[in-house]
């Protein structure tokens, strides 16, 4: 129930059972006091529905809502095909949520040691969000997170932070001298102090603005010439007409023929065409 609405109800509630004391009380001996009174006996009672009319759409709406989450977290659960049904029943009990608490640490612990690492980028982006959500709800701070998750963030912390996909996207919103001493700090191995960086407020918040699909970007410009050349080749040659088959002279002494047809062949391949005029006709002579 919404605060205000649950308030609201209470005065009503209360202002109802005074009105029905006194009505009940009056007696019908004070006619125009107890007219009053049921007047605003049926106000109060009109106003209760109506505030409870609106409880029951909100209640309505919020139970829609949560269901679509419900069946989007269960969508996202199932592309993660490396995990078991179990895991991916976890995993979509933890994307139900907007942010996590102290209270899901241990379920949180179990899952970053044993299943995180086989999440695709875009399930570890999801964990991502809502660790430091957490944070910047101040739920808790960084580094009162259990071991595993603190390994792990910060190493995807580093990766936004390194890759060229990403880096663009917390070079604005978290300042310089942070994300250096970050990098410095990871990369030397120190843990501890990689820690006490990342409880700084830049990168709660930074995490708060970024999306998953900025978290996930892929670079597509560097491969695509090599796959866009061919094509264009192809579309710019004209396409040619099949070359006629030659026929190997050789292929004439393959056929099985006397010597003299063969002979009278070969001669008939060297020499030139005769025109039609070269031939003879023999005269005909007319029977009458």
Request: aromatic share 6%.
């Amino acid at each position: 129930m919404i605060e205000a609405n649950e308030i609201e109800l209470a005065k009503l509630d209360k202002l109802i059972s005074e009105l029905q004391w006194q009505i009940f009380n009056a007696g019908g001996s004070q006619a125009a006091s107890t007219s009053m009174l049921v007047k605003r006996l049926t106000e109060a009672q009109g106003r209760s529905a109506t505030v409870h009319r609106e409880e029951q759409r909100e209640k309505e709406k919020k139970d829609q809502t949560d269901q679509q989450e419900q069946n989007l977290a269960i969508a996202k659960a199932e592309r993660e095909l490396a995990l078991t049904q179990p895991e991916q029943r976890e995993y979509a009990s933890f994307l139900e949520c907007a942010f996590f608490t102290k209270a899901m640490f241990p379920r949180l612990d179990h899952f970053y040691s044993q299943t995180w690492d086989r999440l695709s980028d875009e399930g570890k982006a999801e964990m991502s969000k809502r660790v430091w959500e957490g944070v910047n709800q101040g739920q808790y701070r960084f580094n009162e997170l259990p071991d595993s998750v603190k390994e792990k963030e910060a190493e995807r912390m580093h990766h936004y932070l390194t890759s060229e996909n990403t880096r663009g996207t917390f070079e604005r919103t978290i300042p310089q001298s942070d994300r250096q001493e970050f990098c410095s700090a990871y990369e030397a191995g120190d843990k501890q102090r990689s820690y006490s960086v990342l409880e700084r407020p830049s990168f709660a918040k930074a995490m708060h603005h970024a999306g998953v699909s900025e978290l996930v970007s892929k670079d597509v410009t560097s491969a695509a010439p090599e796959r866009q050349e061919p094509i264009k080749a192809t579309l710019a040659k004209p396409a040619s007409s099949p070359e006629p088959k030659k026929v190997a002279s050789a292929n004439i002494a393959d056929l099985a023929i006397d010597e003299t047809l063969l002979s009278e062949l070969s001669n008939a391949q060297d020499n030139p065409a005769k025109a039609a005029t070269d031939f003879k006709q023999t005269p005909t002579g007319l029977k009458r």
